[in-house]
């Protein structure tokens, strides 16, 4: 294993917030970092170190493929002082996944836990120490072989970067509105749909420029092959509630495995839901809705935690839960998650890795 190197590293005396904060457009001083090259033996020189721009050729092959992943997790300040990181093992293992669908090379996960402790605690002052805020977490990694022949790159960066944030919601809680699309699809079978990898937001971009011209904030996603099977919510993961049960999509390849989604899962097992992970037709939705059995549906990921639908367009019919409030299972999930984040609630899950 590589020992972790700090240049030059300070902690400034007194970090300066912004009054307010944008979603990832702040960054704190310090990042992670640490290359990779196959004629090296690997990765070498971990370091944390200051953020700053990034030297590469034209011809990185990042710029003309695209073998760009990345992930997103949080680090909250707890209500008695300590800082607490959300299931960041999840994170690091997805992050594995997604590095060997797409020909990357994989790390060692207990060494860049190690430098992500590092960095946090170096950071934590960055945390905002004002309710609902935390420090979004952001691992990327990309290939940098300068070259234009299609093949797996032999050279990589993997960097992390840390983003003090304000709540999601910064007026509460608020529903919004989705279109479903079959027009487009996100993910096709046997593709990279359960990669986070950078080229599956760019071709959902048009999907979702499309339904803000309409009127509505996200899109809902079908199933590649048929547009019949509900997939996700714009960049979450969906949950529907029927009057006597709770379902999400199972896990096909084309889903991107939610650490949210999990631990919504788990959460509402042990609650007594008949909770089940399977095939949603979204005519079956439509025909739930028409007999009064659809309760409430929300999507589920790390920056929102829950997010409710006020109203789910599907062709001519218009679904309308509550414009004003969200739905009460999504309100109790979000009161549970945040409060174990925050320490309100005890980690009875053991969720929780501390920054000592
Ligand atoms: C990141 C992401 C999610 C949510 O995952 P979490 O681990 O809960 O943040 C869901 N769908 C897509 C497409 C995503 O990129």
Redesign the pocket.
């Known amino acids: 294993m590589n020992e972790l190197l700090f240049d030059t590293v300070e902690k400034e005396s007194k970090v300066e917030l912004p009054e307010n904060l944008i979603f990832g457009r702040t960054f704190t001083t310090h990042m992670f970092e640490m290359n990779y090259d196959s004629a090296k033996g690997g990765w070498y020189s971990p370091r944390i170190t200051k953020v700053s721009n990034i030297n590469m050729s034209p011809a990185a092959m990042v710029l003309h493929y695209g073998q760009a992943i990345f992930e ?1 997790l949080k680090a909250f300040n707890q209500v008695d002082g300590k800082v607490a990181i959300f299931r960041p093992d999840k994170n690091l293992e997805r992050m594995n996944n997604s590095a060997r669908r797409l020909c990357m090379p994989e790390f060692d996960t207990s060494e860049v836990m190690n430098a992500l402790l590092e960095l946090v605690k170096l950071e934590k002052d960055w945390i905002p120490p004002k309710p609902g805020h935390s420090l979004y977490i952001r691992p990327v990694m990309f290939s940098l072989d300068p070259f234009l022949g299609v093949r797996p790159s032999e050279t990589y960066k993997l960097i992390i970067l840390l983003s003090p944030v304000g709540p999601y919601y910064p007026e509460g809680f608020k529903p919004v509105p989705i279109m479903v699309t079959d027009k487009y699809v996100r993910a096709a079978a046997k593709g990279v749909g359960d990669c ?1 990898c950078a080229g ?1 937001y760019a071709s959902s971009l048009l999907a979702q420029r499309e339904a803000k011209q309409n009127g509505y904030s996200q899109v809902l996603w079908l199933d590649s092959i048929e547009q019949k099977y509900i997939e ?1 919510v714009g ?3 969906i949950f529907i509630q029927f009057k006597d049960e709770v379902a999400t999509p199972r896990l096909t390849g084309s889903i ?1 495995p ?4 999990l631990s919504v899962l788990t959460i509402l097992k042990d609650w007594g839901y008949n909770v089940n992970e399977r095939d949603v037709a979204i005519e079956e939705v439509a025909e739930a809705y028409n007999n009064n059995n659809l309760v409430e549906i929300f999507g ?3 920056a929102a935690v829950i997010s409710s639908l006020s109203k789910l367009k599907y062709n001519d019919l218009l679904m309308n839960f509550n414009d004003e409030e969200a739905g009460e299972l999504g309100k109790k999930l979000y009161a549970e998650i945040t409060g174990i984040q925050y320490g309100r609630i005890e980690d009875r899950y053991n969720w929780l890795t501390f920054v000592k």
């Open positions: 997103g986070k599956n996700e960049t979450m993961n991107l939610g650490v949210t989604r589920t990921g790390t």
